[in-house]
């Protein structure tokens, strides 16, 4: 059975896409808990996806979480989020996950790990932790934060990096 939070997220990413072919191109590779792996061969490109866990607090867009995978950049577990508030500009961003914090770089409802040795250490963090969460101060001077569910993200991360394991 198709998670329901899951559609919305492939729904948000399509609505995004750069291409819009994209949308029509995603091959579902398996739904894990509430975790989704894609693959968009068109791009091409495969990612795990999750959308945040719901919330009675106004939001500026639908919150999500994606780890992707560009074989033809070479660029493996990318991680990025949509969050739920647009950020007021210099704001710090931080994400928790298990006892680890991470400074992440981003801008207008986008946030994204500095470099891609932080991009491994969260996703090696994901593997082990229960829930994530992160926050920042949104444009309207608050803080705010979107919470996710880890269980079954590594087997999503897994499906999508073998998903794209033979595009070169």
Not at 79 to 102: D, E, K, M, P
Not at 137 to 154: E, I, M, P, Q
């Given at each position: 059975?198709?998670?329901?939070?899951?559609?919305?997220?492939?729904?948000?990413?399509?609505?995004?896409?750069?291409?819009?072919?994209a949308a029509a191109a995603r091959d579902s590779l398996g739904?894990?808990?509430?975790?989704?792996?894609?693959?968009?061969?068109?791009?091409?490109?495969?990612?795990?996806?999750?959308?945040?866990?719901?919330?009675?607090?106004?939001?500026?867009?639908?919150?999500?979480?994606?780890?992707?995978?560009?074989?033809?950049?070479?660029?493996?577990?990318?991680?990025?989020?949509?969050?739920?508030?647009?950020?007021?500009?210099?704001?710090?961003?931080?994400?928790?996950?298990?006892?680890?914090?991470?400074?992440?770089?981003?801008?207008?409802?986008?946030?994204?790990?500095?470099d891609r040795a932080m991009d491994a250490a969260i996703v090696?963090?994901?593997?082990?932790?229960?829930?994530?969460?992160?926050?920042?101060?949104?444009?309207?001077?608050?803080?705010?934060?979107?919470?996710?569910?880890?269980?079954?993200?590594?087997?999503?991360?897994?499906?999508?990096?073998?998903?794209c394991a033979s595009i070169r």
């Open positions: 059975m198709t998670n329901p939070r899951l559609l919305i997220c492939a729904a948000i990413i399509a609505s995004t896409a750069a291409l819009p072919v739904v894990f808990s509430d975790w989704g792996a894609f693959r968009d061969p068109a791009i091409p490109r495969c990612y795990a996806i999750a959308k945040a866990a719901p919330s009675s607090l106004q939001r500026d867009n639908e919150p999500f979480a994606s780890i992707g995978t560009w074989p033809k950049r070479q660029v493996r577990g990318q991680v990025h989020f949509r969050v739920s508030r647009n950020l007021a500009a210099n704001t710090a961003i931080t994400l928790r996950i298990g006892g680890r914090s991470f400074a992440l770089t981003g801008s207008g409802s986008n946030a994204w790990a500095k090696a963090a994901m593997r082990s932790a229960g829930s994530m969460t992160i926050g920042a101060t949104g444009t309207n001077g608050k803080r705010f934060s979107n919470t996710y569910d880890l269980d079954g993200v590594a087997t999503a991360m897994d499906a999508a990096t073998v998903g």
